[in-house]
């Protein structure tokens, strides 16, 4: 029997605290180890506590979520991960949050069994990154104008075969269709993501989408309208 995933909840409302707390209980395999209404406790607490996963609002008092998200991602060791959960859908936080380390972004209005399946997903290692969000991800980065870094100085360590693939990450393909394209099997394509998480030193899919374009490998195509 493995243990429950352990999850802290973040959020400045005592009610929607509560609320997500009693859904975590509830679920199996699921487990809350606590409640923080701002982003300093849930700094304190993700440090003392060591949870799997902490379920991280944006606007919480003292220090917001974006903030204490990068805190507590840039403890020692793997630490805990992040899933922020927000109502407000705004580029800028999706930009902000990956950035600062989270693992997943998803608005508090899903469906609970969504919200615990995003859990178990981001528990596992993987980056709650829909294509959806990584077009908006995309876009957010063609609007920002900062020069990229050159692209040996984070890629110099990868292989061509691994080059090929996180660029195809960067644009939003899936697993499937990364295979596809490439001509690999699914399970090669997984070795392949799982090279590229260590040698850059990535928490998971999303922080390789961030590496992508960051390191100039992809560069976002810019639209003009009309």
């Not at 005592?14 to 849930?42: H, K, N, Q």
């Not at 403890?75 to 999706?94: A, H, I, K």
């Not at 294509?131 to 020069?147: D, K, N, S, W």
């Amino acid at each position: 029997m493995t243990d429950p995933i352990r999850v802290l909840v973040a959020d400045d409302q005592a009610l929607v605290r509560g609320s997500f707390r009693l859904l975590v209980d509830t679920a199996p395999g699921l487990t809350a180890i606590g409640e923080a209404g701002t982003g300093a406790e849930a700094v304190s607490l993700a440090r003392a506590a060591r949870p799997d996963v902490v379920l991280m609002d944006i606007r919480m008092p003292e220090m917001d979520g974006i903030e204490a998200t990068r805190r507590i991602c840039a403890g020692p060791g793997p630490g805990p991960r992040v899933l922020v959960l927000t109502t407000f859908d705004l580029d800028e936080y999706v930009y902000a949050a990956l950035r600062a380390g989270a693992s997943g972004f998803l608005l508090k209005d899903v469906p609970p069994a969504d919200l615990l399946d995003g859990i178990r997903v981001v528990a596992a290692g993987d980056g709650l990154l829909a294509p959806t969000v990584t077009r908006r991800l995309i876009a957010e980065f063609a609007r920002r104008t900062p020069p990229p870094r050159p692209v040996a100085d984070d890629l110099d360590r990868i292989t061509g075969r691994e080059r090929e693939v996180l660029t195809l990450i960067a644009r939003g393909l899936s697993n499937p269709e990364i295979a596809g394209h490439l001509h690999l099997s699914p399970a090669t394509v997984k070795t392949h993501i799982g090279h590229l998480l260590a040698k850059l030193d990535a928490r998971d899919r999303a922080q390789l989408v961030i590496v992508a374009y960051e390191s100039g490998l992809v560069t976002p195509v810019r639209t003009r309208h009309l």
